[in-house]
């Protein structure tokens, strides 16, 4: 399974060490992880830095099209949150730490599952 994590936008790379980004829409990056593989790529998310609208929307788009059945990031506006949720995306919220920290946490079951967006949009 794939499982997107949020990075900062200095992270510019898979790295398990990188810093999670507590947005979703305007995060840097995502790091998606295969659990059955072990593998991690990165997923830019520049385009979505400086929109003015839209940044939730199209930043779950990307997730989805990268195969992702999972989220782990710090908050979730409405609008990703009801896009990731019609893609059949779960979404998990984590405060702080780095993407292997996150991972660990979500192996353990010890991340929050999402029941919806936990920040309003454009914050």
Sequence with gaps: MKIAITCRPQAKGADAGAPVDPRFGRA??????????????????EQNLGS?????????????????????????????????SAGKVEIFLCEGGSVGEAIE???????????????????
Excluded at 29 to 41: A, I, L, N, P, R
Excluded at 62 to 77: D, E, S
Excluded at 105 to 123: P, Q
């Design 28 to 45: 840097g990056g995502f790091v998606v992880y295969d659990s059955e593989t072990g593998g991690m790529e990165f997923i830019d998310n």
């Design 52 to 84: 003015p609208q839209g940044a939730g929307i199209q930043a779950a788009k990307t997730v989805i099209n990268a195969g992702a059945r999972a989220v782990i990031t710090g908050n979730v506006g409405p609008k990703a949150y009801s896009t990731l």
């Design 105 to 123: 946490g979500y192996r353990k079951g010890t991340l929050k599952k999402a029941s919806g967006a936990n920040v309003e949009g454009h914050w």
